[in-house]
């Protein structure tokens, strides 16, 4: 029997992968890796706010269609329902720490606005 997709602990989407953890009742903790030239879904969670903080690599992130630089070090927090994507703008993988808070932590809790993969 398959798992719904919200019980993964590891994915491989077209743009990288990312790995849980660690999963609590009131958090959730993920490693994200994108690949060189690749971006996430333009998207945002009704449910859940996000902290990020970004371990190597650099990229630049949209936060509800302002951009802003980020790399190796920084740090930045996305509220509930603000639209956000992530490119990796670098010649190595991004990776970055993913601290989810909030009622509910599943991957269907994503409002997908665009995605270079045909999934929005």
Known sequence: ????EHDEK???????????LLEEPSYKVKRVTVL??????????LRRSEHWMVVEGKGMVTLDGKEIHIEKGNTLDIAREVAHRISNV????????EIQQGEYFGEDDIVRL???YGRA
Do not use: A, C
Request: no cysteine; proline share 11%; net charge negative.
């Open 1 to 4: 029997m398959n798992k719904p």
């Open 114 to 116: 665009e995605d270079d």
């Open 10 to 20: 590891v994915s491989n989407p077209p743009w990288g992968k990312w790995e849980v």
């Open 90 to 97: 670098g010649e190595e993988d991004l990776t970055f720490i």
């Open 36 to 45: 060189p030239g690749k971006r996430l879904s333009y998207q945002k969670h």
